[in-house]
């Protein structure tokens, strides 16, 4: 079956640069209208405009994702400009580090905010639209620490573990309306948030942790998207797709 998003409409958050940038251009080259929102203004232009010189259709719309509001206000922007929403990606995020007794309570809420809370005020403003349609997509994109918690990093993986479990449970409620929703797990990504890694530390750890040689690229999780945004997958919901070039296989490499 080809894998087309001809006359879908989607949206992606955090979709200025990274992984969301590649979704946004991977979704326009299928054939979807594709509205880009984040916060950063300048960025989520750039995208469209790229989008738009190849002959696709798209939107910026400035958004922060942690608000009831402004979510609300992208849904409503991307439905007027192209007439529906078909497929919602949840891909906006950061990563703060820091032990519970290391990190306060406005950070803790702040990273559940933009990486759990999102995709709740996502998929709430979205699902009506996507129930007009008859039918939807909605993928979030966890991280592997969302499967096992990480050092340091205890709030992020408390939220990306809930991103998964919140996906089940939107697969569980809403499935019966031909609304699928998905999770995607990248390991090790090369985009700008990891851009500040030394190459000789990537190198070591991924050496140590993946079986797979190379660093994953962003285009490849655009590529797992697409299919799964596609009537390819129309079976599929409530499962998690991890690309990690094997890491989760087992705990460590001999």
């Known amino acids: 079956m080809e894998l087309t998003l001809h006359n879908k409409v989607a949206m992606v958050t955090g979709g200025g640069s990274g992984i969301g940038r590649a979704i946004a251009l991977a979704f326009a080259e299928a054939g979807a209208a594709v509205a880009v929102v984040g916060r950063t203004p300048a960025k989520l232009s750039a995208v469209a405009a790229e989008i738009r010189r190849s002959g696709g259709r798209s939107l910026a719309v400035p958004a922060d994702v942690s608000r009831g509001d402004d979510v609300a206000a992208a849904v409503d922007s991307t439905v007027a400009a192209f007439g529906g929403l078909d497929i919602l990606v949840n891909n906006a995020g950061f990563s703060p580090s820091g032990r519970v007794t290391d990190i306060s309570e406005a950070e803790w809420d702040e990273c559940l905010a933009v990486n759990l809370r999102s995709v709740f005020l996502g998929a709430r403003a979205a699902i009506p639209h996507m129930q007009q349609r008859g039918a939807g ?103 998690v797709f991890v690309i990690d070039g094997g890491q989760q296989a087992g705990l460590y490499r001999a």
């Open 137 to 239: 997509v909605i993928l979030s994109v966890a991280g592997t620490f969302g499967l096992r918690a990480a050092a340091n990093k205890a709030a992020y993986s408390t939220a990306k573990a809930g991103v998964i479990n919140l996906t089940r449970a939107i697969a569980l409620d809403y499935g019966p309306e031909r609304i699928r929703c998905n999770v995607i797990c990248p390991g090790y990504v090369d985009t700008p948030l990891t851009a500040g890694v030394a190459p000789a530390d990537r190198d070591a750890f991924l050496a140590a942790t993946q079986p797979l040689p190379g660093v994953i690229q962003a285009n490849d999780v655009a590529a797992l998207a697409v299919y799964l945004a596609s009537e390819a997958a129309n079976m599929i919901t409530g499962q």
